[in-house]
Every structure is written in C-alpha cells, then in structure tokens.
C-alpha cells in the first residue's frame, strides 16, 4: 500500500526531483555541474529575497549545520546574542550558540506564542547583541514569528539579525530585504529536495562582519566556502570541499519548480493547505498548540486526553499516511504533528484529515468522521 510522508520534513518529493537522484554522478569541475549549482544558487538568491550584494551558499549537511554556519562566523567569544525561542529549535540556537559564547539572552514567550516584535526591540535597546537569532516557524510548535516586523524593529541596530528558516524559506512568505542579514534552510523541507544540503544567504552586514571574526570552525568557516559559490555564480569551478553533486542537481530542479510555480502563488497555496488542515482538526474539536500566528508548513495538534501518542500514529500508518509526534519536553506525547509543505495540495490534504479522523476513532475518540474531510473541501476549494 502506498503511505505519503506528512511529517514536518523530510517530504515527498516531485518525481522529477527523484528521476534526477538517479543520474550518474557528474565531475564537480565539470562545465556541467557548475552550471547545476549557479543555477542553484541564483534561485537560492531569488526564494530568499536575498539583496544584490549578498552571497548564497549550499553546503554537505543537515540544517543543524546551516544554524552553525549562520553563528560560528559572526561571533567572537565574548560575543552578547539574544535568542527568541519559540520552540524546540530555539533550545538548539541557545545550546548551539553557548559552543561559542556565554553571553546568552534569551526571550521566551509562552507555549503556543508567537514573540511580540517590540519585546524584541526592547531587549535590542537594553543591551547592544552583536546576534539575535529568530526561529521563523518552530517545528516543534507550529508558531510563526513576524520576521517582517522584527526586522522593521530592529532597522536602527547594530545587531545582525539571523533567521531559521528550516520550516518556512519556500512555504511561508520571506524577504531578506526586509532587514535580515543572515537566513538559512535546508534542503528537506518546504524547498521540497531531499535531505542533505543545508542552504543559505550572508548580506552584506553579515559579510562585513566575518572580516572582523576570527573563525572558531573549519568546515562550517565560509571564509572557505563562499569563494567557492562566488566563482560558480560566475560561471567557474573552485574547490574547497567536495560538495554533493546528486543532492545539488535535485535541489536544482525542485528550485526551478518552484520558480515556475512562482512565489507568491506558491505561498499562497501553502496558506490554503495550512487553513484546510486547521479548519479540519477545529472541526473535529482538536486543540492547536499555537494561539495565533499559525504556520503554513506544519500543525502541532493535541491529541484528546484519551488517545495514545503511539497507537495514533500507527493507526494513522495503516491508513496510509505518516505523521509525526511532538517534540516539547513534557508534552511530546500529548500532541502530534503534521508537515504540509512542498509540492502538497488536496490529495495529501484529504488524506490525512482521513487518516486522523480513522485513527482517532478507533482509539476511542467521539468525533464524527467525516467532519473534517468537509471542512477542508470547503476551505480547498480557495485553490481553484
Ligand atoms: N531548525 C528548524 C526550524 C528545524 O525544523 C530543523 C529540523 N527539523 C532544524 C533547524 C534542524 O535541521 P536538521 O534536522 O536538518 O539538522
């Protein structure tokens, strides 16, 4: 039986993407691939709003490594960073960051809250951060921070402001232009390639202040790397690490697809799945972690007091569809987790609406099946 992956990354992936991971691998110097990765990278710059004088990179490695990247060259060890987290990943940035400095910051709003911008703005004007660190959409909660706000509260500092984008570049709107210097993702997510590749985009600030850096890494030092893509988007071979030539040439069509595709209709069809998920899971009377500010690409749903994490997920399985668990110490049992993001649309949609509604059924919970499958029709039929 077929089983489609819902969980917040990795995805399903376009079968063209697939068709591509099974071309022989090519020469990295080749005239060839270099044209695969200055293509890649030129629509790096374009899915980023990354600003003309700003530098892409695509490195070997999860997006744990883009989060170091986007750290470890722009601090110093005595270095004052301000996190905001909103989740899981924000935890990471706090524990990742103390690697390199002590002077950590951070500002937590509660469970299922989004940070307010001028709570931000606030921390900025009390002490001068040479980093604050924003995780756009936490994984573990579904809470979308306003990056466009933040930065706008942030225009007059000297603090470079570094986002996470793992769970949002592709699937929820992002502009570097409004004032970030620093964004990454990696390649599993809303960009819609398989895992592997950890992605992002350095502006001007950010290039400027490595000057002033010490590196305290090797791999993760782009003083290496960005020589490199510099060269490819000029049209010539550099070396400094081998890098993955199948997992760029996939990432490369999935980029092209969504060019086609086109941004904003490609965010506006996330935010049409996004809505018929939650309008379904309401429907049923399940409770969302977030409050407000709801992310396009992922839903974290508690599950009804009766219902067992495990059991849900399996029963979930057997309907054809693979959801995930949560992830907040003390509670990831309590709730689950559903990615919609990449190429998703009412197939993916109707089917795990399906699949929970059956799951929670026979696990013992009063709904009426068939509630939600309505209420995301209604909420599809935005798409057309
Ligand atoms: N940040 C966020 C928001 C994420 O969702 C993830 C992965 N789920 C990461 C960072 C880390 O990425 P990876 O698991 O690829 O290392």
């Not at 990765?37 to 600003?51: C, E, S, T, Y």
């Not at 756009?136 to 509260?153: E, L, Y």
Request: proline share 4%; net charge neutral.
């Amino acid at each position: 039986m077929k089983k489609i992956l819902m969980i917040p990354g990795p995805v399903e992936y376009d079968g063209d993407v697939l068709a591509s991971m099974s071309i022989p691998t090519i020469s990295h110097t080749s005239r060839e691939f270099i044209e695969i990765l200055q293509d890649a990278l030129r629509n790096v710059k374009l899915i980023f709003g990354a600003p003309e004088d700003s530098l892409p990179y695509i490195i070997s490695g999860s997006g744990t490594l883009a989060m170091e990247i986007s750290v470890a060259n722009f601090l110093k060890r005595d270095s004052k960073v301000l996190v905001v987290n909103t989740g899981y990943f924000g935890d990471r940035f706090a524990e990742l960051i103390s690697r390199f400095t002590k002077n950590i910051d951070v500002l937590k709003p509660g469970l299922g809250l989004a940070v307010d911008p001028e709570d931000v703005r606030d921390a900025a004007s009390k002490k001068d951060y040479d980093l604050i660190t924003v995780t756009h959409v936490d994984t573990s909660t579904g809470v979308r921070n306003d990056i466009k706000t933040i930065a706008s509260a942030l225009k007059d500092k000297n603090s470079l402001l570094v986002v996470d984008g793992v769970c949002s570049v592709g699937g929820e709107s992002f502009d570097m232009k409004w004032g970030v210097d620093i964004a990454f993702t990696s390649s599993q997510k809303a960009l819609g390639a398989p895992p592997g590749l950890a992605i992002g985009v350095v502006g001007k600030r950010g290039l400027e202040r490595m000057e002033r850096v010490d590196p305290l890494t090797y791999y993760s030092d782009l003083r290496k790397w960005l020589p490199v893509f510099k060269s490819a988007l000029e049209g010539r071979a550099s070396y400094f690490g081998t890098p993955n030539v199948n997992l760029i040439r996939a990432l490369s069509v999935s980029l092209n697809s969504i060019k086609k595709e086109g941004m904003e209709k490609r965010i506006r069809r996330h935010e049409i799945v996004g809505d018929a998920i939650r309008s379904a899971l309401n429907t049923i009377g399940l409770e969302m972690i977030p409050k407000s500010s709801y992310a396009n690409t992922v839903s974290a749903v508690y599950l009804p007091k009766n219902v067992e994490l495990q059991k849900f997920l399996s029963q979930a399985e057997e309907n054809g569809v693979v959801l995930a668990g949560g992830l907040i110490e003390g509670i990831s049992s309590k709730y689950f987790r559903i990615g919609h993001m990449g190429s998703v649309g009412p197939v993916e949609v109707l089917a795990t609406i399906s699949a929970v509604e059956n799951s929670l059924k026979n696990n013992g919970a009063r709904i009426e099946a068939g509630s939600g499958i309505a209420a995301a029709q209604q909420a599809l039929q935005k798409l057309s």
